[in-house]
């Protein structure tokens, strides 16, 4: 009899449309693979959430992205339905979501990241700020959600109240004028360093979900020295964090004086992305891992803390 696995899906966080993008892929894969697979659009009703998980599957998979998905809170409610679930567990998928304690996690296992501060709205018009230019970035948000690049005092003019959209605080990050890359790592090994260029502007949430916006180059045309720092770096903060299965590192790289150059952990991803566009599944396959066997292996791997 083939293993049973529902497959979470959607949810109520800005970035609902990029997790049902990736859950139908998911889903077939797991089909295809010979799992009784049960698809579940995952909205704001934890007590209707819990009769479709009823009776349990042997496996979850956790498709969903953003607050309430990726932050600990599904997670915490497989652990008390005893699930064996995909990704992180309760404890690495706050910590990582948490992006102030993330970086204090980083700091403390001696990888680099740019210097920040969280400010309030009140401190933040009151000119308590860090040196320009900056990047403004929610707490708690993924897929570049409510993130600005702030250049000049003209663009500190120009902002708006959406940015406070996300919450009552806000992080300033200093911009590191550099090059972006990112890491993947399945289970405690790196699969490799893609240099990433938006074709226009920065990499957001748009150009990480639209095709043609964004160049993926993979592997990474970067000195060998900082290549393998990068995916040093990327296990480093997966262990940090005490994540498993898949998670994925995203880092800038400051090349301006030579290779090589200074790289900086910006976050980690606990939950990355397997839409078409998707940085993980474009990894594995470069490492010689298809799709299927990806999600296939995720699922192999799956716990439950409880």
């Avoid at 997790?19 to 077939?28: F, Y």
């Avoid at 948000?141 to 996300?166: K, M, N, Q």
């Avoid at 990433?196 to 993926?216: M, N, Q, W």
Wanted: proline share 6%.
């Amino acid at each position: 009899m083939s293993a049973s696995v529902a497959v979470l899906a959607g949810g109520w966080s800005s970035e609902r449309d990029v997790s049902l993008m990736g859950s139908g892929n998911i889903a077939a894969a797991l089909r295809d693979a010979g799992y009784d697979v049960r698809e579940i659009d995952v909205k704001r009703d934890i007590p209707a959430l819990v009769e479709a998980l009823t009776p349990p599957p042997d496996i979850v998979y956790n498709a969903l992205h953003g607050p309430y998905g990726e932050d600990g809170c599904i997670q915490g409610i497989l652990e008390c339905l005893g699930v064996r679930y995909t990704h992180s567990g309760v404890l690495a998928s706050a910590l990582a979501m948490d992006k102030p304690m993330a970086k204090h996690l980083f700091r403390s296992a001696g990888i680099p990241c740019p210097e920040h501060r969280i400010v309030t709205r009140a401190e933040f018009d009151a000119g308590e700020r860090i040196d320009l230019p900056f990047v403004v970035k929610p707490l708690n948000e993924g897929s570049s959600v409510g993130v600005r690049i702030v250049r000049t005092e003209a663009d500190v003019a120009a902002l708006d109240d959406a940015i406070w959209a996300y919450g009552s605080r806000m992080m300033l990050e200093s911009f590191i004028d550099g090059r972006e890359i990112t890491v993947s790592v399945m289970g405690d090994k790196a699969l490799g360093v893609t240099e990433i260029r938006a074709l226009e502007g920065f990499y957001d949430y748009e150009a990480k979900y639209t095709d043609g916006r964004a160049e993926h180059l993979v592997p990474a045309p970067i000195h060998p020295e900082a290549y393998d720092a990068a995916m040093e770096y990327a296990v480093r903060a997966h262990k940090a964090l005490g994540c498993r299965g898949v998670s994925r590192a995203d880092l800038m790289y400051d090349d301006r004086r030579g290779e090589p150059g200074d790289l900086f952990l910006l976050e980690v991803n606990t939950q990355p992305g397997m839409t078409p566009l998707s940085l993980v599944p474009e990894q594995a396959a470069h490492a010689g891992i298809e799709f299927g066997d990806l999600v296939r292996w995720m699922v192999e791997n799956a716990s439950c803390d409880g």
